[in-house]
């Protein structure tokens, strides 16, 4: 007899097809999010759910669990959306895939940082608007923008993904700087320069990226106190989750040009 799965969202149709082939599945072709309540409804229904970071899988969700549920593997590398101990209590598994993305969020991490320092949304709005046309700009000044050859990048967590931002980085030959729960190796840093507390590192910044999981220790690990470190070139990068910036500080900064850009 099959297992039966639950798939939360639309994944790939090679996926789905081995899916089907291995497992009693239900999917979710139409991608369509389901609401919380029918989710925990649903949970007592399936020996299985294949879960993403959209869903809210809390303290709640376990409470009535009828013992059927014995997996729960998430998509992805975050599961901060999963109450890992009210798992632990209901001796339901939790996964996740640390190392899928570990590329694709690095090259985002380059892709923002050029976009940032270039200026690259103002000027694609006003070449899409047509009122570029219209500009009458100090040419020496106008969407140049700042470099990034041979610029000091900080990495806020060098672990999987960290490490590969840093090797794309060095593409443009930037010197790599970072803040690590832990020194790293000679080899895992590969050149780099090693802050044991953030404050230290900050000055030192043309660029820093959070690459954090997120955890009460990490939350608001970029506030007011470490942004208003940064030089006023700087470029604020996060890729990690959300919480480990400080929106309001992030927010004021910009307003009051205490750092150049954020992406």
């Not at 009535?64 to 999963?82: S, T």
């Not at 949304?121 to 219209?134: P, Q």
């Not at 080899?187 to 910044?205: H, N, Q, R, V, W």
């Amino acid at each position: 007899m099959k297992a039966k799965i639950l798939v939360t969202r639309k994944l790939s149709d090679a996926a789905e097809e081995k899916l089907r082939k291995d497992f009693d599945v239900t999917l979710n072709p139409n991608d369509e999010p389901i609401p919380n309540d029918k989710l925990i409804k649903m949970a007592n229904e399936y020996d299985g759910f294949i879960s993403t970071g959209f869903d809210k899988i809390g303290e709640e969700f376990f409470k009535d669990l009828n013992g059927k549920l014995k997996i729960i593997a998430q998509v992805g590398v975050g599961y901060d959306n999963i109450s890992v101990k009210s798992a632990e209590s209901k001796k339901i598994k939790v996964t996740n895939t640390p190392n899928v993305l570990n590329e694709a969020v690095a090259e985002t991490t380059i892709l923002l940082i050029l976009a940032a320092s270039r200026r690259i949304g103002e000027a694609y709005n006003l070449v899409r608007s047509g009122t570029w046309k219209d500009q009458k700009p100090d040419l020496t000044k106008f969407m140049i923008g700042n470099s990034v050859t041979g610029k000091t990048l900080g990495i806020i967590g060098m672990g999987r993904i960290g490490r590969m931002a840093a090797k794309c980085a060095k593409a443009f030959g930037m010197k790599i700087i970072y803040y690590n729960r832990n020194k790293l190796s000679s080899d895992l840093e590969d050149g780099a320069k090693y802050f044991s507390d953030i404050e230290s590192m900050m000055p030192e910044c043309d660029f820093v990226s959070i690459h954090t999981p997120a955890t009460a220790e990490t939350k608001h690990i970029l506030n007011k106190s470490s942004i208003s470190l940064l030089p006023k070139h700087a470029v604020v990068i996060n890729t990690s989750r959300g919480s480990t910036i400080d929106d309001d500080a992030l927010i004021e900064a910009l307003q009051n040009n205490k750092i150049y850009a954020a992406g």
